[in-house]
Antibody, heavy 119, light 110 residues
Framework: QVQPVESGGGVVQPGRSLRLSCAAS????????MHWVRQAPDKGLEWVAV????????YYADSVKGRFTISRDNSKNTMFLQMNSLRAEDTAVYYC????????????WGQGTMVTVSS | QSALTQPASVSGSPGLSITISCTGT?????????VSWYQQHPGKAPKLMIF???SRPSGVSHRFSGSKSGNTASLTISGLLPEDEAEYYC??????????FGTGTKVTVL
């Protein structure tokens, strides 16, 4: 079963940090680019970041650039999202997904992990 | 990067067809054949329905089809079924090597 599984969400105060994980199984993780996409409560989808299969290329949405860092550990089939200087507007369900190709198509999505930024 | 523009809602009767539009710019939709469409039921993760403008992943019904003209992409659902009722999002690759999603369209099967 191809299914990424996100973890690490929770409630955090504004200005603090949180690290999300995405554990992958059912597909050759080290051969796929990986995406993070988020969805604020009752809002639409917002792309966050993508990392190449080997971690050499990373791209970010302007809204998170300089605050969030995407990374991966292919030996553990796991991707990460380090989120610093969190703001209330970062509150959302965070999904990870593998890439269909060309880092342009999130393919199989996990069920998401909720991040709430609140004092 | 501004979100791509979709109609807020589209409705249709069972068995008929509907089309959802997705309008961007020459820096995203118009500039690349990397337009995708996602279906999302309430409380569920999005599911890829169309990629590369008009390709269907394995397992997706032939009732779903995609096209593009200029800066506007379209998703057509033919032979509407009750289970097609969901939120639909388009996405496009951009000139900044990022992705941008559409505003989302609520599809109602009457």
């Amino acid at each position: 079963q191809v299914q990424p599984v996100e973890s690490g969400g929770g409630v955090v105060q504004p200005g603090r940090s949180l690290r999300l994980s995405c554990a992958a199984s059912g597909f050759p993780f080290s051969s796929y680019g990986m995406h993070w996409v988020r969805q604020a409560p009752d809002k639409g989808l917002e792309w966050v970041a993508v990392i190449s299969y080997d971690g050499s290329d990373k791209y970010y949405a302007d809204s998170v650039k300089g605050r969030f860092t995407i990374s991966r550990d292919n030996s553990k089939n796991t991707m990460f999202l380090q989120m610093n200087s969190l703001r209330a507007e970062d509150t959302a369900v965070y999904y990870c997904a593998n890439d269909h190709g060309d880092y342009a198509v999130p393919l199989i999505w996990g069920q998401g992990t909720m991040v709430t930024v609140s004092s | 990067q501004s979100a791509l523009t979709q109609p807020a809602s589209v409705s249709g009767s069972p068995g008929l067809s509907i089309t959802i539009s997705c309008t961007g710019t020459s820096s995203d939709v118009g500039g690349y054949n990397f337009v995708s469409w996602y279906q999302q039921h309430p409380g569920k993760a999005p599911k890829l329905m169309i990629f590369d403008v008009s390709s269907r992943p394995s397992g997706v019904s032939h009732r779903f089809s995609g096209s593009k003209s200029g800066n506007t992409a379209s998703l057509t659902i033919s032979g509407l079924l009750p289970e097609d009722e969901a939120e639909y999002y388009c996405s496009s690759y951009t000139s900044s090597s990022t992705l941008v999603f559409g505003t989302g369209t609520k599809v109602t099967v009457l």
